[in-house]
Structures are given as structure tokens and as C-alpha cells.
T-cell receptor, first 116, second 109 residues
Framework: EAGVTQFPSHSVIEKGQTVTLRCDPI?????LYWYRRVMGKEIKFLLH????????ESGMPNNRFLAERTGGTYSTLKVQPAELEDSGVYFC??????????????FGPGTRLLVL | DAKTTQPNSMESNEEEPVHLPCNHS???????IHWYRQLPSQGPEYVIH???SNVNNRMASLAIAEDRKSSTLILHRATLRDAAVYYC??????????FGGGTRLMVKP
């Protein structure tokens, strides 16, 4: 069974440009999460989808970030316009269903974003 | 508050057991304790989780104190591939994971 995949693995863009990150969760997983680690900081939650609905987007840093999950399958995270402080590693995770606290999240390898 | 407290780093010799401690003194009765680890240049990886009873799986064991205010992740025989940052986490609402600094485990050959 394929794990969580993320594309691209690396992205280098200039300040002011737009970047779109993609995450393909494990097939059948209703829950999809985005996290990120900026340089020198801890991994932070960004948002949570249940199927195609945003369940919690309290971690989104500002309105330059837009996440979508069309049809409840893959998800995209768009940063527009990108700023220097957006540089970091963006992780996607998925879990089967439910939010009782016992669910295991499966993480992708991350997208390393560098904004110059 | 889903805070947990872990030592910044620990060292172990290869082939020896490792006990990674975690304090979660404000835990509630329904909070699970999860452990994830992150190997270099990879995404976090699930290790184990539990609620009240001790748990075992192929990767590790989790010993949970009777009062649930602390737990210990046990790697029975550390290998070089176990060198990673280990995170003790109490999932928040929606199963959101709050990563702290974790414990960096160094394994010496």
C-alpha cells in the first residue's frame, strides 16, 4: 500500500512568487493534516481536513496560505505571495477516520520550501 | 494544555535498551499518549500509543505510570537506525499533534 506522498520534494522560489504544494494521502483516509517546520522551530500544525471540509484551520499563519482538498482526495497548499519566513519543511499526514485521540497519523516525506 | 516535557537529548550504546521518559502531569483521563519519531530528512513516523495500560508493538514498548502523569518509551535493543528525535505527544482536539522539542537520541556503535 502506498504511503502519503508529497510533491514537489523541494521548491526554491523568489519572494513574491506563488508555490503550490500537493499531498496525496493514503487511499481511504478521511483525515488529512498539514504541518510545517520553519527553520530552527518546532513542527507546527497548520490545518485539518475531514474529507473535503476544513475541520480546523487555526494554525494557518495568514491569508497568504490557502488549502484545498477537492473531492476529499488529494490536497493542495498554496502560498501566494511567498515571503522569506515561509521557508521550511511542509509535512502532510493522513489518518483513517475519527478523532478520538487514538488514531495514527501517517506522514509524508515533506516538501522543502526555500524562499529567496 | 497538551504540554509534555522530555529531556533534550539522550545517548545509548548500540544493542542496549533505551528508556525515553516523558512527563505529562496535566493529562486528563481520556488523553492518549502518542510517540512519534523523526529520522534525519524524513517525515515523522508513528511509534506507539497508549491510554492506561502498558503497550507493546514490534518497534517499542510504552510504559505508562499508574497516575498517568508520566510515561516511558522503551526501545529494547537500540540500533544505529534508531537515532532520531523522539516526540511524546498528547493529541489535541481533532487529533491534532502538538510537537515539542522532543528528545534527540544518539546511538553509539
Amino acid at each position: 500500500e502506498a504511503g502519503v506522498t508529497q510533491f514537489p520534494s523541494h521548491s526554491v522560489i523568489e519572494k513574491g512568487q506563488t508555490v503550490t504544494l500537493r499531498c496525496d494521502p493514503i487511499s481511504g483516509h478521511d483525515n488529512l493534516y498539514w504541518y510545517r517546520r520553519v527553520m530552527g522551530k518546532e513542527i507546527k500544525f497548520l490545518l485539518h481536513f475531514v474529507k473535503e471540509s476544513k475541520q480546523d484551520e487555526s494554525g494557518m499563519p495568514n491569508n497568504r496560505f490557502l488549502a484545498e482538498r477537492t473531492g476529499g482526495t488529494y490536497s493542495t497548499l498554496k502560498v501566494q505571495p511567498a515571503e522569506l519566513e515561509d521557508s521550511g519543511v511542509y509535512f502532510c499526514a493522513s489518518s483513517l477516520g475519527g478523532t478520538s485521540g487514538a488514531e495514527t497519523q501517517y506522514f509524508g516525506p515533506g516538501t522543502r520550501l526555500l524562499v529567496l | 494544555d497538551a504540554k509534555t516535557t522530555q529531556p533534550n537529548s539522550m545517548e545509548s550504546n548500540e544493542e542496549e535498551p533505551v528508556h525515553l521518559p516523558c512527563n505529562h502531569s496535566t493529562i486528563s483521563g481520556t488523553d492518549y499518549i502518542h510517540w512519534y519519531r523523526q529520522l534525519p530528512s524524513q517525515g515523522p513516523e508513528y511509534v506507539i500509543h497508549g491510554l492506561t495500560s502498558n503497550v507493546n508493538n514490534r518497534m517499542a514498548s510504552l510504559a505508562i505510570a499508574e497516575d498517568r502523569k508520566s510515561s516511558t518509551l522503551i526501545l529494547h535493543r537500540a540500533t544505529l537506525r534508531d537515532a532520531a528525535v523522539y516526540y511524546c505527544i498528547r493529541p489535541r482536539a481533532g487529533n491534532m499533534l502538538t510537537f515539542g522539542g522532543g528528545t534527540r537520541l544518539m546511538v553509539k556503535p
